[in-house]
Every structure is written in structure tokens, then in C-alpha cells.
């Protein structure tokens, strides 16, 4: 079982940046696939960003050139610099690791707030 603990998270102005971190316990920590997915008021979680074992990135269209993931396996910590932030980025932005066993299992962090508001 993995604990995940988000921080970072609050409010900016639009054009600013942000930097999330998560820190996860438990699992041996270098084996999950690591992700950022965020949801805003009223709509379903969305993808943000994820990076696997061995750094392979992938990231949503909506952040892509804006937002980097990045992990720490020695610190077992995953991290996301949002810069360029904008309005549309405001949400809770949830920090995920995933692993494969019979099937995906997730876990999840309890959620960092991230305002861009002017």
C-alpha cells in the first residue's frame, strides 16, 4: 500500500507558476507509474501528466510546454511545475501512483487546491 501527500498547492495570478510535490510511503516507490490528474468544479478528473518508472512523460494537450513532471525516486517524491498558469488550470490537483498487478491499481493523495485568478 502506498500513502501519498500532496503540498504546493494556492493561488496565483494568471502567468505565474506553481510548484506541486508529492511525497509518497509505503511500496517500493521506484515501481509505479507517478501522475498529477486534477478536477475543477462540476467535471470529472482529467489526466494531467504522469512519468514512469523509467521517465517516460506523457501530458495532457492542455499543459504540454507549460507543465513538467518530474520524480525523485531517492526522495520518493514526484513533482509538477506548472508555469504559464492560466484561469482554466484552477482545480484540485490530485497526485496518483499506479501499479499493475492482475489489474491497475490506484492510489491517490487527498488533493492540493491550485486558484489562478487575477
Known amino acids: 500500500q502506498v500513502q501519498l501527500v500532496e503540498s504546493g498547492g494556492g493561488l496565483v495570478q494568471p502567468g505565474g507558476s506553481l510548484r506541486l510535490s508529492c511525497t509518497a510511503s509505503?511500496?517500493?516507490?521506484?515501481?509505479?507509474?507517478m501522475g498529477w490528474y486534477r478536477q475543477a468544479p462540476g467535471q470529472q478528473r482529467e489526466l494531467v501528466a504522469t512519468?514512469?518508472?523509467?521517465?517516460?512523460?506523457n501530458y495532457a494537450d492542455s499543459v504540454k510546454g507549460r507543465f513538467t513532471i518530474s520524480r525523485d525516486n531517492a526522495k520518493n517524491t514526484v513533482t509538477l511545475q506548472m508555469n504559464s498558469l492560466k484561469p482554466e488550470d484552477t482545480a484540485v490537483y490530485y497526485c496518483n501512483a499506479a501499479t499493475w498487478i492482475t489489474s491497475r491499481i490506484d492510489y491517490w493523495g487527498q488533493g492540493t487546491q491550485v486558484t489562478v485568478s487575477s
Open positions: 509505503g511500496s517500493i516507490f521506484t515501481t509505479y507509474t
Open positions: 512519468i514512469r518508472n523509467s521517465g517516460s512523460t
